[in-house]
């Protein structure tokens, strides 16, 4: 597509609910990253694909975090038991190879309630 | 470890007046560092970018921000800001020769006010 598209766009979740995001992004891009941004923060590293292999997940903040990208296209960000704590918008972005081209989806905004 | 440090956490301004929003990295090795910008429920959007060469770089609506190496500065600016320039600023860097994972400063929320 034209863009790194998200879906859903906003998602509202119970506090223990399993929640999934995804990333469509742009075809032929073989880096994609997702960030978090918490209300009034900086974007804060994730995790890091380089196609389908999964190269850094040093972000991710808990073991309840969870991302794939199984045939190095879309990518899914998967938060089981989800808390309060993980409302947060999340940005997926990709590029054509490293991070000096990066593009940004326009985010999934979660909230737990 | 990398950080960003925005010295601005707001910047309020009229319009048509100059502006200039502030960060400081810290890093001992080289970087490449970059402006976004970030209008309310939207993703980032880039707005220019250092990698090598010219130490002042221009980018896109006017914006322009000069490297300085021996202050670790980059700060961006615009000669005559506009109501739709209001909006989250953010800094970052990519340390060089790393897989490119944006390092983020926490933001600048510039207003533009008439």
């Known amino acids: 597509g034209a863009g790194v598209s998200q879906s859903p766009r906003y998602k509202v979740a119970k506090r223990g609910q399993d929640v999934a995001l995804r990333c469509d992004p742009i075809s032929g891009h073989v880096s994609l990253f997702w960030y978090q941004q918490a209300l009034g923060q900086g974007p804060e590293f994730l995790t890091y694909f380089q196609n389908e292999a999964q190269l850094d997940k040093s972000g991710l903040p808990s073991d309840r975090f969870f991302a794939e990208r199984p045939e190095g296209s879309v990518s899914t960000l998967k938060i089981q038991r989800t808390q309060q704590e993980d409302s947060a918008v999340y940005l997926c972005a990709s590029s054509p190879g490293t991070g000096l081209s990066i593009v940004f989806g326009q985010g999934t905004r979660l909230t737990v309630v | 470890a990398q950080s960003v440090t925005q010295l601005d956490s707001q910047v309020p301004v009229f319009e048509e007046a100059p502006v200039e929003l502030r960060c400081n990295y810290s890093s001992s090795v080289s970087v490449y560092l970059f402006w976004y910008v970030q209008y309310p429920n939207q993703g980032l959007q880039l707005l220019l970018k250092?990698?090598?060469?010219?130490?002042l770089v221009k980018g896109i609506n006017g914006f322009e921000a000069e490297f300085n190496k021996s202050q670790t500065s980059f700060h961006l600016r615009k000669p005559s800001v506009h109501i739709s320039d209001t909006a989250e600023y953010f800094c970052?860097?990519?340390?060089?020769?790393?897989?490119?994972?944006?390092?983020f400063g926490k933001g600048t929320k510039l207003s533009v006010k008439p």
């Open positions: 970052a860097v990519i340390r060089g020769g790393s897989q490119g994972n944006l390092i």
């Open positions: 250092y990698l090598s060469g010219s130490t």
